[in-house]
């Protein structure tokens, strides 16, 4: 059933030479993929917002990150997380690569 390899990312700040620096922290899961349904695009859709993928990860590995990495690796596609619906065991991530301006 988790047949996709995703990475869940967090931003880090550390302090260099009395300078903040953020840098993403990714951990490896996996996850189920699934679709966007067509309700919540159209509603997401009229915040400015574009919804473009969906997936399904065990509670336990969610710990309200902002990213998600897909394919994994250096190579993969970063989006923002912008909906994490929680269902007890599972979370579902709603997830857009675009955010702000005109959709």
Do not use: C
């Amino acid at each position: 059933m988790w047949d996709e390899v995703i990475e869940l990312g967090n931003y880090i700040e550390t302090i260099v030479h009395g300078e903040v620096i953020q840098t993403l922290e990714w951990t490896t899961i996996f996850a189920n993929k699934k679709s966007v349904r067509q309700s919540e695009f159209y509603e997401a859709r009229n915040l400015g917002l574009k919804p473009e993928l969906v997936f399904e990860v065990h509670s336990f590995e969610f710990n309200n990150n902002e990213k998600i990495r897909f394919p994994i690796g250096v190579n993969g596609k970063e989006y923002d997380i912008i909906r994490a619906y929680d269902k007890g065991e599972k979370t579902e991530l709603t997830v857009t690569s675009f955010t702000g301006g005109e959709v």
